[in-house]
Every structure is written in C-alpha cells, then in structure tokens.
Nanobody
Framework: QLVESGGGSVQPGGPLNLSCTIT????????VGWFRQAPGKEREAVSY????????DYADSVKGRFTISRDSAENTVNLQMKRLTSGDTGTYYC????????????????????WGQGIQVLVSS
C-alpha cells in the first residue's frame, strides 16, 4: 500500500513536506515517483527516486525547489517542497515501480505499477 500524507494549504513562498508511506509487499519497490494533477490539467511527473542508489530526477518546473529522499527506517519516500507557487497547487500522488526493474522513462505514468490515493496541496494567499 502507498499512502500519502503531509498535504494541506500553504501561502506562496512557503514550504510543505509530503510523505509516501510504503507498506506490505510494496516494500520491494525499485523506484517511487511523485506526480501531481492541477485542476483541469493532466497529471504530470514531479520527481522520482531509485531504491538501489537513491538516484533522483526532477521536472524542470521544480528543480532547485523540491527535494525527494527516502527513509529506509520509516519506509517512506519524502518530497520536500520549498518556494511554493500557485502553480504547485494540485493533487499529489506517489507511485511505485515493483515489476520489471527500473523505469525506462521515469516521468511516464505507465511505468508505475501502483498508485496512492493522492493528497491535496493548495498554495494560496
């Protein structure tokens, strides 16, 4: 199971931290990605992390502002978000790759096998 937490409302320029808690058979994940979907828009990739080497990648729109990390002890993948703007508003999802090894293209939804339910992030003054 993948469960997102940490969402909520924040003022522009502020920070927010999201967590994706991974449990059960999902612990054998190869990679976890964060995606988001703004109202009226398609879902887009935000960031991802590989389990074996903690390698990461980011969408250009969040580079330098967002940091993805994993906590092995807590079985979580975290997304630290800074200098948030209204453009970061949306529903954030974590997703895991369990089968077939690492994704060929980390930013493609079809590469991911399981998804969390999503959590709301609202950036507004």
């Amino acid at each position: 199971q993948l469960v997102e937490s940490g969402g909520g409302s924040v003022q522009p320029g502020g920070p927010l931290n999201l967590s994706c808690t991974i449990t059960g058979p999902f612990l054998t994940w190869h990679a976890v990605g964060w995606f988001r979907q703004a109202p009226g828009k398609e879902r887009e990739a935000v960031s991802y992390i590989r389990k074996h080497d903690s390698g990461t990648d980011y969408a250009d729109s969040v580079k330098g502002r967002f940091t993805i990390s994993r906590d092995s002890a807590e079985n979580t993948v975290n997304l630290q978000m800074k200098r948030l703007t209204s453009g970061d508003t949306g529903t954030y999802y974590c997703a895991a790759v369990l089968y077939g090894g690492l994704p060929r293209k980390w930013n493609k939804e079809l590469e991911y096998d399981y998804w969390g339910q999503g959590i709301q992030v609202l950036v507004s003054s």
